[in-house]
């Protein structure tokens, strides 16, 4: 007989689930930003549960992947 191997879309055969990310406790989530018309750029930001954007002290909205 042919032995498989557990199926990619088994639930126990994933990994564990990534937590979420922190900033100054509080719980952030990925975001679009498109700054392009002040010259920012377009990258996936940080958005607190809220729907705030998270910015940095000159006021420009955090990447994500810098949390």
């Known amino acids: ?13 994933r990994g564990p689930a990534q ?3 922190m900033f100054d406790g509080k719980k952030v989530k990925p975001a679009l ?3 392009t018309a002040v010259g920012h750029g377009r990258y996936i ?7 705030k954007l998270i910015t940095d002290r ?3 909205p ?4 810098d949390i």
């Open 33 to 35: 930003y498109v700054g």
């Open 45 to 51: 930001a940080a958005q607190d549960e809220g729907g």
């Open 58 to 60: 000159e006021g420009r």
């Open 1 to 13: 007989m042919l032995k498989t191997s557990k199926s990619k879309n088994d639930p126990s055969a």
């Open 62 to 65: 955090l990447a994500y992947r």
């Open 19 to 21: 937590q979420a990310k």
